[in-house]
């Protein structure tokens, strides 16, 4: 059975920084790569970044490149995304997900994603 658990998430100031960690079950990273979304209210789902199966290439959206960095602990099997400099606009749930290695979806897309976790919030306050 697979299970992915976020964590980390809460109430912070904009300037802030904050780290979720996702912690996988039933998966290995060999064979998933792993993705974070996120959802404001009234918001589709949006593509946050990832972290590929193989090497561990990142990939992330442009409207987050250079505050938020995507890691990964294989022994834990666990994955991390480290936000910097919090905004208002960076309040939502935010989701990791596994997409199978062979996918041939846009990593981007959450409709590629096999698994998801129940997701944590995040609330920014300015």
């Known amino acids: 059975q697979v299970q992915l658990g976020e964590s980390g998430g809460g109430l912070v100031q904009a300037g802030d920084s904050l780290r979720l960690s996702c912690a996988a079950s039933g998966i290995t990273f060999s064979s998933y790569s792993m993705g974070w979304f996120r959802q404001a209210p009234g918001k589709e789902r949006e593509f946050v970044g990832a972290i590929s199966w193989n090497v561990g290439s990142t990939y992330y959206a442009d409207s987050v490149k250079g505050r938020f960095t995507i890691s990964r602990d294989i022994a834990k099997n666990t994955v991390y995304l480290q936000i910097y400099n919090l905004k208002p606009e960076d309040a939502a749930v935010y989701y990791c997900?596994?997409?199978?290695?062979?996918?041939?979806?846009?990593?981007?897309?959450?409709?590629?994603?096999?698994?998801w976790g129940q997701g944590t919030q995040v609330t920014v306050s300015s």
């Open positions: 997900a596994a997409r199978a290695a062979t996918s041939t979806t846009p990593i981007t897309r959450a409709g590629g994603y096999d698994y």
